[in-house]
């Protein structure tokens, strides 16, 4: 089992940028594929981005391609993720989550896929 901790949510104005951080627990963070997922008021859980065990593979939402970016330091146990050119409808909680996964697999990025969960991050995008 591991354990997600999320920092680095905040208030930002339109076009700012925010790395957000996903701390793991264990010696095992090397066999997860990790995801960012976002869940803003009212909607339903959607996926931003995955990574996969090795850090080469990602995959990425539409709406964040080209403005946000995925990365893991597996030596940190820690996965991240930058976000640029932020837009007032990436206004959200951000959770991390974790799932086992095959080294040469490429990450899956449904929220349904994932079995551990992080507490979220608050991110506010004023406009």
């Known amino acids: 089992q591991v354990q997600l901790v999320e920092s680095g949510g905040g208030l930002v104005q339109a076009g700012g940028s925010l790395r957000l951080l996903c701390a793991a627990s264990?010696?095992?963070?090397?066999?997860?594929?990790m995801g960012w997922f976002r869940q803003a008021p009212g909607k339903e859980r959607e996926s931003v981005a995955a990574?996969?065990?090795?850090?080469?593979?990602?995959r990425y939402a539409d709406s964040v391609k080209g403005r946000f970016t995925i990365s893991r330091d597996n030596a940190k146990n820690t996965v991240y993720l930058q976000m640029n050119s932020l837009k007032p409808e990436d206004t959200a909680v951000y959770y991390c989550?974790?799932?086992?996964?095959?080294?040469?697999?490429?990450?899956?990025?449904?929220?349904?896929?994932?079995?551990?969960w992080g507490q979220g991050t608050q991110v506010t995008v004023s406009s």
């Open positions: 264990g010696r095992t963070f090397t066999t997860y594929a």
């Open positions: 990574i996969g065990r090795s850090g080469d593979l990602t």
């Open positions: 989550a974790a799932r086992y996964s095959s080294l040469y697999t490429p990450p899956a990025i449904a929220p349904s896929a994932y079995d551990y």
